[in-house]
């Protein structure tokens, strides 16, 4: 089950892609992701009363939770703009998306999992995948090597993240509970952001890109859950490379969805292809 709930999660990131693709047209990046964050945390919050007792945010595990979305989605995503910003697409994001293969080390090393050599085969061809997918087509432009910390950071921030969910969850096997908590910390942490950017003044709310934001929320959300509950049942080593493998979905999806707004190349088919052949080797290991 864990492998089908980390798949599912691959997939409803993928379809919320393709929704704040379309928001991005009369938006922007941080007003997706304010949008988003807000919808996941209220949505989650009204869904708690059905799936859990108000005890259970009372529970000592929720702190592993509470770090974990300071990890991730705040630093991590912070981080990850960062480096966007200082060194460009093409040098960032390959680097950020290397978290699978850190939660995976650290998995190995704090949680005490098993890493196998088809595992990590499958992690490294995932991996590899992702930033082949990541490259992008522009020039080159002049950046310092320094900046480099911030890509590294963000895939450090996404890695520890995901560990602390599991031991969390290894304490108190809550996984809406620990959805809830996590998607909380980060937009709290997006609203305290957003005063340093002028507050809400500095959000660009075209209601055509709001609308589309409000659907992609609603994306992040299942697929937080699924994260949550494939975590509740399986390994790190083995969800992190599953739920990383939605670039390649949002690949697929695309082809048929934008073809007005994304041209599908051989670079993009070639990384979608090792992102595959990894996510099989996962699974089956």
């Not at 529970?59 to 979305?69: K, L, M, N, R, W």
């Not at 590294?152 to 620990?178: D, Q, T």
């Not at 048929?256 to 707004?261: R, S, V």
């Amino acid at each position: 089950m864990a492998e089908y709930f980390s798949l599912q999660a691959a997939l409803c990131f993928a379809v919320s892609h393709i929704f704040i693709r379309r928001g991005l047209v009369t938006s922007d990046a941080f007003t997706c992701s304010f949008i988003s964050l807000g919808m996941t945390a209220v949505t989650l919050w009204l869904m708690a009363p059905f799936f859990a007792s108000l005890s259970s945010f009372w529970t000592p595990a929720v702190g592993y939770f509470v770090a974990a979305g300071f990890f991730a989605p705040a630093l991590g995503r912070i981080f990850t703009y960062m480096g966007i910003e200082r060194i460009g697409v093409s040098r960032s994001v390959p680097v950020s998306n290397s978290s699978p293969l850190v939660a995976s080390i650290i998995a190995v090393v704090v949680v005490g999992e098993i890493w196998t050599a088809l595992n990590f085969l499958g992690t490294t061809l995932v991996v590899l995948g992702v930033i082949v997918l990541s490259r992008s087509g522009a020039g080159d432009r002049e950046w310092r090597r320094i900046d480099m910390i911030f890509p590294i950071l963000a895939s450090l921030a996404f890695g520890i993240s995901a560990n602390l969910r599991k031991l969390g969850l290894l304490a108190e096997n809550i996984p809406h509970v620990a959805a809830t908590v996590t998607a909380t910390t980060g937009f709290l942490f997006a609203v305290a952001l957003l005063q340093t950017r002028g507050g809400f003044r500095s959000l660009v709310l075209a209601p055509s890109g709001c609308a589309w934001f409000f659907a992609a929320g609603v994306g992040n959300t299942a697929a937080m859950l699924s994260v949550f509950y494939a975590l509740s049942l399986g390994r790190v080593v083995i969800v992190e490379p599953l739920v990383a493998a939605n670039p390649a979905l949002s690949i697929l999806l695309s082809a048929i969805f934008l073809k007005d707004l994304e041209v599908i190349t051989p670079r993009v088919l070639l990384g979608a292809g090792l992102t595959v052949v990894g996510t099989t080797l996962v699974a089956v290991s």
